[in-house]
Antibody
């Protein structure tokens, strides 16, 4: 059974860098069939795709966040990571990691998801 | 800007009622559309993929249909365990984009 679990250091100060890691179990993070994905959910708005990474094709980022986001993968540790720089209160959200299914033109659906972790940006 | 508009944003119905949720894309998305169910305090779960295909393990009372820019999620007979927020998601264009969500409640 595939499981994903987010982890991170907790609250983040404005202008600092948000860092999260997603541990993957029950599936190979080196499989060419999947994109390892970060998605966030703001309290009052919906779901926002942040970006994903394929073990051999590298990352893709949402253009709205591209200047501040970096996603990396560590196949030896079976995890992938998110860094978001220069955070503001607008980055306060629940952050999910998810497995994206690979198809001819990229990722199509996301299944399963981690339980999510709330990241609060506050001084 | 490419947009996915869900309606209604909230629906309250009785147990056994038929519930229909719609998702309107601002351009044709060629059935590249998924639906997710998110129960309170939980992560979203894939419910329907490619507009009409029921995910393994999802109850058969859920179905998806549509074409072009207009898609629907139907719950044929609402059950108490269906209380959740439902999201559509398109993947015809990058980046993948989610609808704003429809909260379903029991009267």
């Amino acid at each position: 059974q595939v499981q994903l679990q987010e982890s991170g250091p907790g609250p983040v100060m404005p202008s600092q860098t948000l860092s999260l890691t997603c541990a993957v179990s029950g599936a190979s993070i080196s499989s060419g069939d999947f994109y390892w994905t970060w998605i966030r959910q703001h309290p009052e708005t919906g779901l926002e795709f942040i970006g994903h990474i394929h073990y051999s094709r590298g990352p893709y980022y949402n253009p709205s966040l591209q200047s501040r986001v970096s996603i990396s993968i560590d196949t030896s540790k079976h995890h992938f990571s998110l860094q978001l720089t220069s955070v503001t209160a607008a980055d306060t959200a629940v952050y999910f990691c998810a497995r994206g299914n690979n198809w001819s033109y990229g990722v199509n659906w996301f299944d399963p998801w981690g339980p999510g972790t709330l990241v609060t940006v506050s001084s | 800007d490419f947009q996915m508009t869900q309606s209604p944003s909230y629906v309250s119905a009785s147990v056994g009622d038929r519930v229909i949720i719609t998702c309107q894309a601002s351009q044709v998305i060629n059935n590249f559309l998924n639906w997710y169910q998110q129960k309170p305090g939980k992560a979203p779960k894939l419910l329907i993929y490619d507009a009409t295909n029921l995910q393994i393990g999802a109850p058969s009372r859920f179905s998806g249909s549509g074409s072009g820019t207009h898609y629907t999620l139907t719950i044929s007979s609402l059950q108490p365990e269906d209380i959740a927020t439902y999201f559509c998601q398109q993947y015809d264009n990058l980046p993948p984009l989610f609808g704003g969500g429809t909260r379903v409640d029991i009267k």
